[in-house]
């Protein structure tokens, strides 16, 4: 039987094995109803009622054991249902998100908040660290959740991973730097300038490094920092110098203080959700992971 057809068998049993009053209280018709519990009787080749001149009268001692089963079922199905429209607020726990800084800044600064207002009951402690070190922690099972960038430089056995965020790196620099006049950037045009970028525990510092040395580049690199506006401040107060950020920097944090110039053969900034493959989530984990791709559009 289906769940209908358990519904049906309980009626039967809680209106007194009265098939006539039952068909009326389930909106089906009588011959229907005695069709069914003839064609699973045949089917499964048992008894479940007692009859008495044609009419059943009982429950069989087969029937009695499937009636508490069919009950238990029809009850665990009207939870899974009601669980499934539970208000989000029900949920709480507690989760644990590495974010990098600049992602945060970035991506984040209308997800997050929203995330927190709106879920009250759960406990959001985000760990910032760049991607390079969230990559481990994600691996010790020190976060929940990371925002890493792609390729992870993890196998896809490990971890889910979702693209929410795309864009590509680009050029800050003052106005007054001699590649400002430029419209695009060429790697040779970096070759020994004075450079501010990311430090090793940032993935873009290490893309830079694998890309500077496939470009056969040698920039001076004066500085290695953890912080992204620290670097464009640099960079607007210090027309020597300039740095490597994602473009969509330029558009949220536009100033006549610096310009920003896209990169031939740019580096792709993809910023991807993940968390570790496991057979078991929290609940707070799934809503939480969950509510982010569904923030982002990820389908």
């Known amino acids: 039987m289906d769940i209908r057809h358990l519904r049906y068998f309980i009626a039967i049993v809680e209106n007194h094995f009265n098939l ?152 800050f620099l003052s106005p007054n730097h001699p590649l400002a006049q430029k419209e695009n950037i060429d790697w040779r045009d970096l070759n020994k300038q004075k450079m501010a970028i990311f430090d090793n525990s940032f993935m873009i510092s290490h893309q830079l490094k694998e890309n500077f040395e496939r470009h056969n580049i040698h920039p001076n690199i004066i500085i290695e920092s953890s912080s992204w506006d620290f670097m464009l401040n640099s960079v607007k107060l210090n027309p020597e110098l300039l740095t490597i950020l994602p473009y969509p920097i330029a558009e949220q944090y536009s100033s006549t203080d610096f310009v920003c110039r896209k990169m031939n053969d740019p580096i792709l900034w993809r910023v991807t959700l993940c968390r570790l493959k496991k057979k078991n989530y929290s609940s707070v984990e799934n809503y939480v992971f969950d509510s982010l791709l569904k923030w982002f559009n990820v389908k």
């Open 20 to 171: 006539s009053k039952t068909s009326q209280n389930i909106y089906i018709s009588q011959p229907a109803l005695s069709m069914m519990i003839s064609e699973f009787e045949d089917r499964e080749g048992i008894q479940l009622f007692k009859r008495s001149n044609g009419k059943i009268v009982g429950l069989t001692y087969i029937g009695e054991k499937y009636y508490a089963d069919a009950k238990a079922v029809v009850y665990k199905y009207n939870e899974m249902y009601r669980n499934l429209h539970k208000e989000n607020q029900e949920i709480n726990g507690r989760i644990l998100i590495g974010i990098p800084p600049l992602i945060l800044s970035v991506v984040f600064s209308d997800a997050m908040p929203k995330m927190i207002l709106n879920n009250p009951s759960i406990q959001f402690v985000t760990q910032e660290q760049g991607a390079f070190a969230l990559k481990s922690a994600l691996l010790l099972e020190q976060v929940d959740l990371a925002v890493l960038l792609y390729p992870e430089g993890i196998s896809k056995n490990i971890i889910d991973s979702f693209e929410i965020h795309h864009s590509e790196l680009s050029v």
